[in-house]
DNA sequence: AATCATTTTAAACAACTGTTTAAAATTCTT
DNA sequence: AAGAATTTTAAACAGTTGTTTAAAATGATT
């Protein structure tokens, strides 16, 4: 697929990324890693370290591609809708692309909650300000139901996000197999993408808005 | 809490339980187990024979959790609306208490997916025959929306699940401490909720059933 | 109280962990 | 082609891993 010749240094990053996706840092031993990428242990000292070391900089890649599409979908000028619903189509992508990124990601966020990420600050502005602000204005303007903003991504990527990390559950109990789940993959952003639609921006909200918020608490 | 005179036996399965939904099963060491339970490595294996039988039967336990809500609730003859409103409130209440129950479930079965669990038969049932005809039957007498029924518990718990999955990037990004985290998660809650009745029951979807399925593909 | 089985412990075990060493092979520079 | 710098390797390192051993402590039975 892509230029075969890779550095010894590439083909250990390469290695190192499909095994600590596949089996999480503390399931990924150095000598995974070695044999994956056809190299020896000593080698990946000598390039990165420590096992440590190279799992940061690869935890550091993988979450940036996990933030990539909401940075740039929030900074085009475009309406919150056509945001929302390039956000699901970009998500899916990704998620097409990199099936156990999602549960990587959160599993070793979890493992180490205070782990230094250079998009968090970013991601930070986005949702507690760029987003509020738009959904508050489009919330004035009439044009989608009354909801705190700090909902409407969960709500908008949850429900694809989750269907990725439960693929192994799903698949058993589905009986599926890697195309059929494919399959229903896409058919489930679809449906997402109804689902959001109709609870957003449906005309229904209008009617809400002129009474009381129908939210408990 | 409990009754403070537990045996030995118990109180390292408790301890073992605490700790491998914490840190998982290759992140959790037999000392970790020994330590939070006030014994000494020798006596876990006294009683499990090994790490792996001890996880083995802790995890048992806590799919069976996992699985509690939805076996019993689809028995019950009431109809499909409540059957799903009552999975998401007994869902939260079960993540409310157990928050990383989700993350570790869905882990260790990426990480082992032919696991053998007694749940799964059931779980399987449920889903492609039960579930199926019960939403068949919806769609024929014009009572939900025409969907899959393979789509709809993935929609309806799965944005709610996510979050508990997610919770500590989104405490992170959104600067949350524990309490307001659980103010979240029961808004989170509710939108579900109304959001999940607006697209399957709401009866803008009697207008669709008489011309095409929406869905592409 | 003596004998038994059961429970607990400290210590050790071999296998595996991440890491380092020092020598060999290779590439680059002159 | 000779020498220097870089890359690769095999072997070993100390520390940790899950597990076992064998002796001690405790409890039950007679």
Do not use: W
Not at 106 to 121: G, K, T, V
Not at 144 to 159: E, T
Request: glycine share 4%.
């Amino acid at each position: 697929m892509n230029c075969k010749i890779l550095s010894s240094e590439e083909k250990i990053r390469e290695a190192a990324k499909s095994v600590f996706l596949r089996k999480g840092f503390s399931g990924t031993t150095a000598r995974d890693i070695a044999e994956a990428s056809g190299t020896n242990i000593a080698l990946t000292n000598y390039y990165f370290r420590s096992k440590e070391k190279l799992f940061g900089e690869i935890f550091q890649d993988l979450f940036s591609l996990y933030c990539e599409n909401t940075i740039r979908i929030f900074e085009r000028p475009v309406s919150l809708k056509e945001k929302l619903m390039e956000m699901i189509e970009e998500d899916y992508r990704l998620m097409k692309e990199n099936p156990n990124l999602v549960l990587f990601i959160m599993n070793e966020i979890h493992r180490s909650p205070d782990y230094p990420l250079a998009e968090l600050s970013k991601m930070r502005d986005i949702f507690r300000h760029k987003l509020s602000e738009e959904v508050r204005k489009e919330i004035r303007l009439g044009r989608i139901r009354d909801i705190s903003a700090d909902h409407i991504m969960p709500l908008i990527i949850g429900s694809l996000q989750f269907i990725f990390m439960c693929k192994s559950l799903q698949m058993s109990v589905l009986d599926m197999t890697e195309a059929s789940f494919g399959e229903f993959a896409e058919k489930h952003k679809d449906y997402t993408k109804e689902m959001v639609i109709s609870f957003l921006f449906s005309p229904a909200h209008e009617v809400e808005a002129t009474g009381k918020n129908s939210l408990p608490g």
